[in-house]
């Protein structure tokens, strides 16, 4: 195989591995609206890394011990009792080599009546590290879009940063 | 070109089918809205296999004509023409050779004055196989997220499935 | 390296060219609701080529000095002023060369009072270019899903597309 050939097939390799690393942050994202509304606390709290942080503004964890409290917790237990689906849209997505940060609208709709309530919207910002198990969720930040600025400068970074790294 | 060379391209082009599987897959699922919305119902039941099963708690349809029906029918009909969107949300993908499986929130969104309903948000269940013509869909469960344990069965096995196979 | 060999390598280049297409389209249109609801005029309209067309139904815009204008604007600016979420469901893509065509749910959600109104829920079509600078939109169209024959034949040729291209 030629000088040529390698470098293309290198080159081939990383783009695959990018491609890859987008899947896998679908996943991992994806994954922790079905497994809250299950209540199944640990998988919820596994996207995490072990110090990995959940800010979603009616609170704030710190480690998945504390996560999954959260989803263990009265208030949660409440809501999906009730019966409701954490929504998360498809993000926007920024990979730097072992870091990422992902965009994306969450929908919290919630069972009432004949009808569901759309309860709370919220922008979204989910910052990731590789690891050695894959990838993880390092922070988290939740922000009600009610018009409240600090919501829309975290949507606003989500896709500068866009700009930036992606041209 | 070397035994190791070779090894690293038949891996990539392994990685590089993988991914052009969740593609099939999520283009697979984000036709059913658009073709059930323009009441297209042979589109739509040409997605499942030719004795896949439709069960939406509403009611539950076997094989692409019995789904075509439903498609045609007066209840979906007056549904699409009061204005309809049957949105589904980025799924959790797992993949098996040539099985997978697809978790994901749906919404059923109708025109209401000014303003649209929230009227139907289930948890769903996508089974696919792997055919001659491409991923189908051999079996798809809906439940409403009204606090049933059974969705929430649902969306948990989804995720946990997800757990076991990839880790 | 035979030519079987080489063939292989070809063919699998093309293929992760197509993946990365389906990744690049995904993020631009995943990238504009956080643009719009920040309030990022030029970031969102630089999504679409100089002299792309938005047609929002409500409006019509063409080239990027009068979209940015549009989220400049009264209307829009009174609308996130209030909260707003413009939300983009996962697209359904038909990829041909250097155009390509997606079709997708978007769902307009807005602040009111301690829950979210769905505002605006339309079928929205985009047409794409692969330019120097990357793929940008040559038309979007938005149209709301109130039972208009024009929403739903928008989402009819968006599937139908891809049935005849991808078969």
Redesign the interface.
Same mark, same amino acid.
């Given at each position: 195989?030629d000088d040529e050939?390698l470098a293309?097939?290198d080159s081939?390799?990383r =783009?695959?591995r990018e491609?890859?690393d987008?899947?896998a942050l $679908?996943?991992l994202m994806?994954?922790y609206?079905?497994?809250v509304? %299950?209540?199944?606390s640990e998988?919820a709290a596994a996207r995490w890394t072990p110090s990995g942080v959940y800010d979603a503004q009616v609170g704030a964890w710190e480690g998945r011990e504390a996560i999954a409290g959260m989803v263990e917790g009265e208030m949660h237990q409440s809501i999906? =009792?009730?019966?409701?689906?954490h929504?998360?849209?498809?993000? $926007?997505?920024v990979i730097d080599g072992d870091r990422a940060v992902a965009? %994306?609208?969450a929908?919290l709709?919630r069972?009432a009546g004949?009808?569901?309530?759309?309860?709370?919207?919220t922008?979204t910002r989910w910052e990731f590290a590789r690891t050695v198990?894959?990838w993880r969720v390092q922070r988290r930040v939740n922000r009600?879009?009610?018009?409240?600025p600090e919501?829309?400068?975290l949507?606003?970074e989500?896709?500068?940063e866009?700009?930036t790294r992606?041209?």
């Amino acid at each position: 195989m030629d000088d040529e050939l390698l470098a293309r097939f290198d080159s081939l390799e990383r =783009r695959v591995r990018e491609l890859e690393d987008h899947v896998a942050l $679908y996943q991992l994202m994806m994954g922790y609206g079905p497994a809250v509304d %299950a209540g199944e606390s640990e998988l919820a709290a596994a996207r995490w890394t072990p110090s990995g942080v959940y800010d979603a503004q009616v609170g704030a964890w710190e480690g998945r011990e504390a996560i999954a409290g959260m989803v263990e917790g009265e208030m949660h237990q409440s809501i999906i =009792r009730g019966g409701s689906a954490h929504v998360t849209a498809m993000p $926007y997505v920024v990979i730097d080599g072992d870091r990422a940060v992902a965009t %994306a609208y969450a929908q919290l709709c919630r069972a009432a009546g004949d009808d569901f309530r759309l309860w709370r919207v919220t922008a979204t910002r989910w910052e990731f590290a590789r690891t050695v198990d894959g990838w993880r969720v390092q922070r988290r930040v939740n922000r009600l879009l009610d018009g409240d600025p600090e919501a829309q400068a975290l949507l606003r970074e989500g896709v500068t940063e866009g700009r930036t790294r992606n041209g």
